[in-house]
């Protein structure tokens, strides 16, 4: 399985883009990227997910370049509300291998009033 | 509303009980996995279930117990045998049907249990 590599933390300004870095160098061609993120004390939520193709929702958009080797996440105004850990997952799409989610340390995201 | 609910949220028991931490879901997924989160940790799988009456050991099952009785439950109990039990426990379930949908992981709140 695919291992994730993203940045311990990073800072953000309310109101101001977000950009989560998350690098996949050993995906495979039926590997997704997905994101979750985990607000303290809570549990994991999902974000967005995407192959090759940049994709948006009501949440975020995901930026994955064209070798598919690294993504970015986008939250494209930032608030308080989002100060969370954020995970990059890659995992297959076949729903079988759900087990096999290997989760990182993620993104200590803190978002400054 | 559809969900997934883990109770209690806070559990506190002596070291050497055993304690067994419920989870539930009416989401009608097929399989339901616990996790164990360490402060700074990214999530640990303990066990696994993809259909009632049966289910599988994850990476760190040691010291732990499930039953999937039925679809909707999957309890995790936490045996005097591990070691080290304090922690944040995470219940999840999928919609694990092999039909090449995607399905994303619910989560239910967690159950913070601190073993004294």
């Known amino acids: 399985d695919a291992k994730t590599t993203q940045p311990t933390s990073m800072d953000c300004a309310e109101g101001r883009a977000a950009n989560l870095p998350c690098n996949h160098s050993?995906?495979?061609?039926?590997?997704?990227v997905y994101w979750y993120r985990q607000i303290h004390s809570q549990g994991p939520q999902y974000i967005i997910h995407g192959l090759k193709n940049n994709e948006t929702n009501e949440m975020a958009s995901l930026i994955i370049t064209e070798d598919r080797k690294s993504s970015t996440l986008i939250l494209p105004h930032a608030t308080l509300r989002d100060t969370a850990v954020y995970y990059c997952?890659?995992?297959?799409?076949?729903?079988?291998?759900?087990?096999?989610?290997?989760w990182g340390l993620g993104t200590s995201l803190a978002v400054n009033p | 509303d559809g969900g997934i609910t883990q109770s209690p949220k806070y559990l506190f028991r002596k070291e050497g009980q055993n304690v067994t931490l419920s989870c539930e879901q009416n989401l009608n997924h097929d399989a339901m996995y616990w996790y164990r989160q360490d402060p700074g940790q990214g999530l640990r799988l303990i066990y696994y279930s993809q259909i009632v009456n049966d289910f599988q050991k994850g990476d760190i099952a040691e010291g732990y117990s499930v039953s999937r009785e039925k679809k909707e439950s999957f309890p995790l109990t936490v045996t005097s045998a591990q070691k080290n039990p304090t922690a944040f426990y995470l219940c999840?379930?999928?919609?694990?049907?092999?039909?090449?949908?995607?399905?994303?992981?619910?989560f239910g709140q967690g159950t913070r249990l601190t073993v004294v």
């Open positions: 999840a379930s999928f919609d694990d049907k092999d039909r090449g949908v995607f399905t994303e992981a619910f």
């Open positions: 997952i890659v995992r297959p799409h076949n729903a079988g291998n759900n087990r096999k989610l290997i």
């Open positions: 050993t995906i495979s061609g039926n590997e997704y």
